[in-house]
């Protein structure tokens, strides 16, 4: 079964992923009609084929011992609320 593959860079610091791009994984089988080998064509592909994609799968390639940028605006956002006056 095919998959997405999501490339991307992993902050440790908040444990969040963010992606970077995306890619499919090609099973390389002839009964998957996202593969390229699948063996049929629409016309011919009588349903017997697998149709969905495994989930997707995240492939870090980046790594950052810091926060994303989501979790810094937040923190920040955070910050200036409490020096705001009651
Ligand atoms: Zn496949
Ligand atoms: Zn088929
Ligand atoms: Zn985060």
């Known amino acids: 079964m095919c998959h997405n593959v999501i490339d991307g860079?992993?902050?440790?610091?908040?444990?969040?992923?963010?992606?970077m791009s995306t890619r499919t994984h090609d099973c390389l089988e002839?009964?998957?009609?996202?593969s390229r080998r699948h063996v049929h064509n629409k016309s011919t592909c009588r349903g017997s084929c697998?149709?969905?994609?495994?989930?997707?799968?995240?492939?870090?390639i980046r790594m950052s011992e810091t926060e994303c940028?989501?979790?810094?605006?937040?923190?920040?956002?955070a910050g200036v609320g409490c020096q705001s006056p009651a």
């Open 9 to 19: 860079r992993y902050y440790s610091l908040c444990q969040h992923f963010e992606a």
């Open 50 to 60: 697998k149709r969905l994609m495994a989930l997707p799968v995240r492939n870090p």
């Open 30 to 34: 002839g009964s998957c009609i996202f």
């Open 69 to 77: 940028s989501n979790c810094v605006v937040k923190a920040r956002g």
